[in-house]
């Protein structure tokens, strides 16, 4: 099956920095999401993006299909970013999301 | 429009008992997936319906079942409940169809096995 990679593993970043985060697949996708999870558990929509580019404010995505990676940008982070990013992918003709591994943001004041 | 929803919030049950989980899709939506997150780690594909039929399942023993009724709503049930099956249950709704799509996900079900 797909293998999902997220990087880096953890991030430490004082307020107002930027960052990104990478995701690599192992395989052709058709689906790819990134969300952000609060320490409650819920999965937030951030991007429906399996190919191109998107921005919503502070956020944007590029995926690069072709290469097999995905990168989510964010800018002047606050301390309400902190939290998990997840990447998922859902290959061609299947019905699931594969997820990576995240990556864990704590962002400072 | 309300988002997707999942009852209970939190539930505890004991070794070898049932449970049966619920969750109500964004207005509109036929398809349902369940996912369980274990601490520390992503979210794992359990089951996916759309209208009313299995169109994929993860790798999960039989005491993991699912159904999705007229109203597109969906419960996952677990049998003979064992002390790994604590996570946190998830379920997301999209349009469907012959693909993913976009997925909304539920608030969740945090489940804790004693």
């Known amino acids: 099956g797909i293998q999902v990679e997220q990087s880096p593993p953890d991030l430490i970043l004082q307020e107002g920095a930027n960052s990104t985060l990478r995701c690599n697949f192992s395989d052709s996708v058709n689906n790819l999401q990134w969300f952000h999870q609060n320490p409650w558990g819920q999965l937030i929509n951030l991007f429906y993006?399996?190919?191109g580019t998107k921005q919503n404010g502070r956020l944007s995505a590029t995926t690069v299909a072709t290469e097999r990676y995905s990168l989510l940008y964010i800018s002047s982070s606050q301390t309400t970013d902190s939290g998990v990013y997840f990447c998922?992918?859902?290959?061609?003709?299947?019905?699931?999301?594969?997820f990576g591994t995240g990556t864990r943001l704590k962002v400072l004041a | 429009d309300a988002g997707v929803t999942q009852s209970p919030t939190h539930l505890i049950k004991t070794r070898g008992q049932h449970v049966t989980l619920r969750c109500s899709p964004i207005s509109g939506h036929k398809s349902v997936s369940w996912y369980q997150q274990v601490l520390g780690q992503g979210p794992q594909f359990i089951f996916q319906?759309?209208?009313?039929?299995?169109?994929g399942r993860g790798n999960f023993p039989d005491r993991f079942s699912a159904r999705q009724f007229p109203n597109y709503s969906s419960e996952l049930n677990v049998n003979a409940l064992l002390l790994g099956d604590s996570a946190l249950y998830l379920c997301?709704?999209?349009?469907?169809?012959?693909?993913?799509?976009?997925?909304?996900f539920g608030p969740g079900t945090r489940l804790t096995v004693t």
């Open positions: 993006i399996p190919s």
């Open positions: 998922a992918v859902g290959g061609l003709g299947t019905y699931k999301y594969i």
């Open positions: 997301a709704s999209s349009s469907g169809g012959t693909s993913i799509y976009e997925q909304y």
């Open positions: 319906y759309y209208e009313k039929e299995e169109r």
